[in-house]
């Protein structure tokens, strides 16, 4: 058996059964049945997330992360008030592209959010967009503790739970983006890249927010460039 990585458009041809095709740009890996090639997925193509020990925490609080079999679990204790809890890096010099993906665990209650944000390392203020309950959501933060205002409020199918997010400065505009697959984008915000905040860190978020109900997120991909 052997295992092929290129692009969709070379998979080559079918003909040994059991070999493997794992597409660098496509949606499945896919298997040869010895006369064709069978989607076996969706699998997107993934980018290794780093390592917990690089990640930087903001405002950890309660909060506990576990490196287990190549992700990350951010978990966010149940708690009322704002307490946004934090992995970050440093973005380095515009532009630059954050994209992440991961399975979320949040409830559909009021004020659990789990996603990405962006920090201005020196005033402590921040950007986020994520889930927030069944919604798209993103909000501004004085700090951790002090919310400002919300930017976005946006109702996507219930089934659409497992998306990729990206956060990009490409040196005029921040723009904010979900996709469904890695692939295929919609932009969801842009303003000017000084707006509220100049994000010099970016990272994933979870914000219980609630007294009862918990929050949590398991990274999946993680990708800066």
């Not at 005033?123 to 959501?137: K, S, W």
């Not at 697959?181 to 000084?194: C, M």
Request: glycine share 10%; proline share 6%.
């Amino acid at each position: 058996m052997e295992t092929y990585t290129d692009t969709y458009a070379n998979i080559p041809a079918a003909g040994t059964d059991g070999n493997l095709f794992l597409p660098s740009n496509g949606l499945c890996v896919y298997r040869d049945t010895g006369a064709v090639w069978n989607p076996w997925g969706p699998v997107f193509p993934l980018v290794t997330p780093p390592a917990l020990a690089s990640l930087t925490w903001i405002n950890q609080g309660g909060a506990t992360a576990t490196e287990t079999n190549g992700g990350i679990h951010l978990y966010g204790p149940a708690g009322a008030g704002n307490n946004t809890r934090a992995l970050v890096v440093a973005t380095g010099t515009a532009p630059w592209v954050f994209t992440v993906s991961f399975l979320p665990h949040s409830w559909d209650v009021t004020f659990n959010m789990i996603g990405i944000v962006c920090r201005e390392s020196g005033t402590q203020e921040l950007e986020t967009m994520g889930f927030y309950g069944y919604r798209i959501a993103g909000d501004r933060l004085n700090n951790p503790t002090s919310w400002n205002s919300r930017w976005i409020a946006w109702t996507p199918p219930k089934e659409n739970r497992s998306l990729f997010f990206r956060v990009e400065d490409n040196n005029t505009n921040r723009i904010y983006w979900i996709s469904p697959d890695g692939r295929n984008w919609y932009q969801v915000g842009s303003f000017g890249r000084t707006t509220f905040l100049t994000a010099d860190q970016v990272g994933i978020f979870v914000e219980s927010n609630n007294a009862t109900w918990a929050v949590g997120l398991t990274l999946l991909s993680w990708e800066l460039t």
